[in-house]
């Protein structure tokens, strides 16, 4: 990883070790304190120029290496995300509005992501449209010439372009109860395949006709929400991109999450801390469950390895999408297959004193989230298909 | 840490991969199952006109790396001969090679050469071992013999994480040719008018196989990395190395069975060759339940060295 990676390591559990108290779950728990915590991590890390680390010099970033950028994922993942809400917008919002933003967008956009000012949501699925996306229903119907659109965004407006007023539903959207802005895909037309006539507009939250209804669920709150679109206008200024062609940028922004969270380092973390969170217990522990344990731990190694070659891959320019698919299929699966086991320990640990009971709400955290782990961000029959099409095609 | 293979070194795996087939490739084991004695005679030459025996694995990371590409090569052809035992003879034993062995059954893959073996333990006890007379034929033995140890000295523990790792590039090797074999089926094999490939149950499947395959490639490159480069862990990495190449082997060989159906069972149809005569190595010196054990008292409470083993 070189000496660069390792000095950030040090230097992010460093700052973990002084700002985020031992027992933080997240920033998305039922205390509100936690959010508040996680939104002062951000700044401090934007002071020092580590919270958009991966983005070039010129958008405020540090042009950092594949793998300090891997060492930001590991230890930010495995301290459960003190940057809370904020990596949307770091990892591929910010990036997308590089890419295809107008230059009044990227100023406007960029500067409060890097200072972890913002948070964003991702208006992609739908109730009829998870896996199969670009089945999305929520349209944007053109306005008539003389219907003026709100004029959030700096709209410019052209002539004979009216812009759109948006209606449907998004579901499963995380942090849209708390989110300024939305990056949101809908249908301006229907065109000969169904991938083709999406668009993206960068729409906030704050604008009429968006109501935001919170799912209680068994992974927290604030992870999942209904987002329901009532005629929302949006104008030209709020296009990311070409109008019709919104697509390319989704492939785009789905390939920047390509090696996607680090969710071995959690599991390494925890694992790893089970025998001091347990003390003089651990020798209660079943000798087979002491073994399942040790076999995690290999399994840690194993899915932290394939990330690895994926990454040396990435950094030489090549992507191969069927040691991507099998890290993803095995890293999933270990995040659900290591919180069995933990959860096999919580019960005693909960007995063996402060740090132990500590240790037992962090692996039921571990395991509630860990039941999303192989359907959120591409369910995992997705990556078997796509293994499967390139192992298949490669024989 | 390093987890690529040079580019000589997989070359050099390329080079005998063809080599062992120009020799007889899936044949090999076919002729040596009905000829015992044969199999020294047909495959030692190849291997030695690959230059095998004058790889040092225990001193050169080049030489190490070569010696795993060579032993995954042999796997892919399921090839009758120890080359892994061979290959990881220890220094300053005059021996041919080494077997790493368990209680209270010592035996190994190696009956009928006229070898010269040292067992060891996988807490490091040394013997001489001798083989003792086979009772069964190869088709039921899969040449194990039985061994009988006369004790050495205790200070093997390096002979055996090198004797643990590179029998698990062989296995690797027979993971490649059983999906190899699979994917293949799969594609030709037509059922209600379309290739088998064509059914999402037989692709997960497959993705299943995959899957664990992969993990075993990229932990059999950083526990011969750990070889040399961090021997402390060296035992505890080969211990995790053969946890995870049993696992996978359970499933890429159920996998492969079942999805070649019953023409799998044929010996016409490679993959009943390659199953069977991987049964030694995911059976010897430790199964699936005693290697996790084995890891398990390993590791006590200090854990796998990686991102978190110094934060206890």
């Known amino acids: 990883m070189g000496e660069g990676a390792t000095a950030l390591r040090g230097q992010l559990r460093t700052m973990v070790g002084e700002h985020i108290p031992a027992d933080f779950l997240g920033a998305f728990t039922e205390d509100p304190a936690d959010l508040e915590i996680a939104q002062r991590f951000c700044g401090l890390l934007a002071d020092r120029g580590l919270l958009c680390l991966a983005w070039p010099e010129e958008f405020g970033g540090r042009s950092a290496s594949v793998w300090e950028q891997t060492v930001v994922r590991e230890e930010m993942w495995a301290h459960h995300e003190p940057r809370g809400g904020q990596y949307m917008g770091i990892n591929w919002v910010g990036p997308a509005i590089m890419r295809h933003g107008t230059p009044e967008q990227q100023r406007r956009h960029l500067p409060p992501i890097t200072r972890g000012e913002v948070i964003w949501c991702q208006g992609f699925s739908e109730p009829d449209a998870g896996s199969d996306l670009a089945s999305l229903r929520t349209a944007a119907r053109p306005v008539e010439a003389d219907v003026q659109p709100d004029g959030e965004g700096g709209t410019a407006r052209q002539a004979g372009d009216g812009g759109w007023l948006v209606s449907g539903q998004k579901i499963w959207t995380s942090y849209a109860t708390m989110a300024q802005w939305c990056f949101l895909l809908a249908r301006t037309s229907r065109g000969a395949r169904k991938q083709q006539g999406l668009t993206i507009f960068l729409v906030p939250m704050s604008r009429a006709g968006i109501e935001v209804r919170p799912i209680r669920c068994m992974i927290g709150p604030h992870h999942l929400n209904e987002v329901f679109l009532d005629e929302v206008r949006v104008g030209p200024a709020d296009v990311l991109g070409t109008v019709d062609d919104g697509w390319k940028v989704v492939q785009e922004v789905l390939a920047f999450e390509r090696v996607g969270i680090a969710r071995y380092a959690r599991c390494e973390r925890l694992l790893q801390a089970a025998p001091s969170a347990l003390g003089d217990r651990w020798d209660d522990l079943p000798a087979e469950l002491r073994g399942r344990w040790a076999g995690m731990l290999v399994h840690c190694r194993r899915a932290r390895l394939l990330a690895y070659r994926v990454l040396a891959l990435q950094s030489q320019g090549r992507v191969s999408p069927v040691d991507t698919a099998a890290y993803r299929i095995a890293v999933t699966k270990l995040d659900q297959d290591s919180a069995e086991v933990l959860m096999e320990m919580a019960g005693l640990a909960r007995l063996a004193g402060a740090g132990g009971r500590r240790f037992s709400r962090a692996v039921q955290d571990h395991w509630r989230y860990a039941q999303a782990s192989t359907v959120a961000s591409g369910s995992i029959e997705m990556q078997r298909i796509l293994l499967a099409r390139a192992l298949l095609a490669a024989s | ?312």
């Open chain 2, 1 to 312: 840490m390093n987890i690529e293979l040079s580019r000589e070194a997989t070359e050099y795996g390329r080079q005998a991969r063809r080599a062992l087939e120009a020799a007889g490739g899936d044949r090999l084991v076919q002729l040596a199952e009905e000829e015992p004695e044969r199999r020294e005679k047909v495959v030692a030459p190849v291997l030695a006109g690959l230059g095998a025996w004058e790889l040092n694995p225990c001193g050169d990371a080049g030489e190490l790396e070569a010696a795993a590409a060579l032993c995954r090569s042999a796997g892919y052809w399921a090839l009758p001969y120890p080359v892994a035992e061979r290959l990881s003879r220890p220094a300053g034993l005059d021996a041919d090679g080494l077997l790493v062995v368990a209680a209270p059954a010592p035996s190994a893959p190696v009956a009928d050469l006229d070898l010269r073996w040292v067992a060891v333990t996988v807490s490091g006890e040394r013997s001489r071992a001798v083989t003792l007379p086979q009772t069964s034929p190869p088709r039921h033995s899969a040449f194990v013999a039985e061994l009988e140890l006369s004790p050495v000295d205790g200070d093997g523990a390096a002979d055996a994480a090198l004797g643990l790792v590179l029998p698990c590039w062989t296995l690797l090797g027979m993971l490649d040719r059983a999906i190899d074999l699979t994917r293949a089926h799969v594609t030709v094999r037509t059922q209600f008018g379309q290739p088998l490939a064509a059914f999402q149950g037989v692709q997960f499947q497959l993705t299943d196989a995959e899957v664990e395959r992969s993990g075993v490639e990229m932990l059999a490159r950083y526990a011969l990395w750990s070889l040399l480069a961090s021997p402390a862990d060296a035992l505890a990495d080969a211990l995790a190395l053969r946890l995870a190449a049993l696992e996978a082997a359970q499933t890429v060989f159920r996998v492969a069975h079942q999805l070649h159906g019953a023409t799998g069972f044929c010996d016409e149809t490679f993959l009943s060759w390659l199953s069977r005569y991987s049964q030694p190595l995911r059976r010897l010196p430790l199964g699936l339940s005693a290697t996790r054990e084995q890891l398990g008292r390993q590791l006590g409470r200090r854990g796998l060295t990686g991102l978190f083993s110094e934060a206890r």
